[in-house]
């Protein structure tokens, strides 16, 4: 198949949250299987550090379209995708990408990525690449399903056939805008194809857009596809997504094999396998040597590498692990950035238990591979979570992770039964700290036990959550689509 995939972020270029993982991974996947995938994405200022390299394509230095009332000049570039042989096509606007963030809080934050799903349609067109699936992916990109049946149903060349796909990685994100940005979008001669109660309200919703055009919707968790489709999980979504049920699918997202692999990480002091365990614990006495703690066999490590957010549930984090940490049964080591709320308790935290908590303030890819590979345990407190990545990660390195029972997380840890030996990690229902400190105290419980804890490591790194095998399920999706 031809598959154009369209996306704000990409990961080692751009990234802030797992769009960027996702949108690296499954195209690269899908490519290796011998489909022919063209990725689009912006060229950020942040992508442009002097170890990398991007190559103009000709022809395609200035190309001039008009959207709305603006004439839009990109150009294009291509960079291969580390470990790869994927070619990323970079949509070069210096007007519209070269910002000190990728998402901003401009005037024009609309109007920037309804250019990239004008520049990568138009690209296609240029590149002689007519797509069998176009796919759009959250709110920066769910304009392109309309964008698709209004401006572009002439182009029987290019697009004959096309079937488009938006993928929700997190419903909290929708791009709601005033509706005077309607001109803006190219579409104003369309504007009966808007949800008409928003129109009449004052406002545009780019992801519902998405949502009653695409030819099927995707998530990324079978959990978080029930979940959005409830009042509480999708809120004024909630309606239009049980209305297109039978088009709704979750498909869990994998990782990348190649990225994360204690077997092969390069990041890490000592690779090891579900072989050979004993290389972990050289790991964690790196970790904590380099995070400034002391170093204890017998003490677990919990990890957090996670974006400091409200999502994230971590607010529960103190008064959950307060007791643990004062009683030196536990020591975390957290690795983040975000609100100021979860900054603070972070920091303090640390002040109040130097030899216990160590929090580095930001992010660092390196460092969470070696937390990933040094941690005992991984914490996810999350509110919600459409899919999650790190828990993911912690099983395929033998870190056992404790996570709320909510989408993603729900469908890929199994409680540990210490009786039988069966599941992979301590999972709690309800958003508290009684019933986050409840799982961390059933992991300590299990710790003392090696043989019960060796156990559920291995439970956990036989998992296979890796992108070679959930692609097949986004083949059988566009196969479906182009029946549609």
């Not at 570039?77 to 070619?87: D, E, G, H, N």
């Not at 545009?204 to 979940?227: D, F, K, Q």
């Amino acid at each position: 198949m031809k598959i154009a995939f369209v996306t704000a972020e990409i990961t080692p270029f751009a990234k802030v949250g797992g769009l960027a993982d996702v949108s690296a991974a499954l195209p690269a996947e899908l490519h290796r299987r011998g489909h022919e995938v063209r990725v689009f994405a912006p060229l950020y200022r942040r992508a442009r550090t002097p170890d990398r390299v991007f190559t103009p394509v000709d022809d395609l230095d200035r190309v001039e379209i008009k959207v709305g009332p603006h004439t839009l000049i990109f150009g294009v570039k291509t960079a291969t995708l580390p470990k790869s042989s994927l070619v990323v096509h970079f949509i070069d606007c210096p007007g519209l990408y070269d910002r000190d963030g990728v998402y901003t809080e401009d005037p024009d934050e609309h109007f920037r990525y309804v250019a990239l799903c004008y520049a990568a349609l138009s690209a296609c067109q240029h590149l002689g690449f007519s797509p069998d699936i176009v796919h759009a992916n959250d709110w920066q990109t769910a304009l392109l399903p309309l964008i698709l049946k209004a401006r572009l149903s002439w182009d029987k060349n290019r697009f004959p056939n096309t079937r488009s796909v938006l993928t929700i990685h997190n419903l909290a994100h929708q791009g709601v805008f005033g509706a005077e940005t309607l001109a803006d979008t190219g579409l104003q001669d369309s504007a009966h194809l808007f949800h008409q109660d928003q129109l009449n309200a004052g406002v545009i919703n780019y992801m519902l857009t998405g949502i009653m055009y695409a030819t099927a919707v995707t998530t990324v968790s079978p959990t978080y596809a029930r979940e959005i489709q409830t009042d509480l999980g999708g809120g004024m979504l909630a309606p239009f997504l049980r209305a297109r049920r039978s088009t709704v699918v979750g498909i869990l997202n994998g990782i990348s094999a190649d990225e994360w692999n204690p077997e092969t990480d390069g990041d890490i002091k000592k690779q090891y396998s579900a072989a050979s365990l004993e290389g972990k614990e050289a790991n964690k006495r790196d970790l904590l040597t380099q995070m400034g703690l002391p170093y204890s066999a017998d003490v677990p490590v919990a990890g957090i590498v996670s974006r400091l957010t409200w999502q994230k549930g971590l607010e529960l984090v103190p008064g959950a692990l307060m007791p643990f940490l004062a009683a030196g049964r536990l020591q975390l080591v957290v690795l983040g950035s975000g609100a100021d709320l979860y900054e603070g308790q972070f920091m303090e935290l640390q002040r109040r238990f130097p030899k216990q908590v160590s929090f580095y303030r930001g992010f660092s890819n390196k460092l969470a591979h070696m937390i990933e590979a040094g941690a005992d345990l991984f914490l996810m407190p999350s509110r919600f979570e459409p899919c999650g990545l790190n828990q993911m990660y912690s099983l395929r390195y033998g870190t056992v992770p404790i996570v709320r029972k909510t989408g993603g997380l729900a469908d890929t840890v199994q409680p540990f039964n210490s009786v039988t030996g069966a599941g992979t990690g301590f999972v709690f229902d309800l958003l508290s700290e009684s019933s986050l400190a409840a799982a961390v105290n059933r992991a300590l419980q299990v710790w003392p036990h090696r043989t019960a804890w060796r156990r559920l490591q291995l439970n956990g790194m036989a998992q296979d959550y890796t992108w070679a095998r959930q692609v097949s399920v986004y083949e059988e999706l566009y196969r479906r689509a182009l029946t549609l």
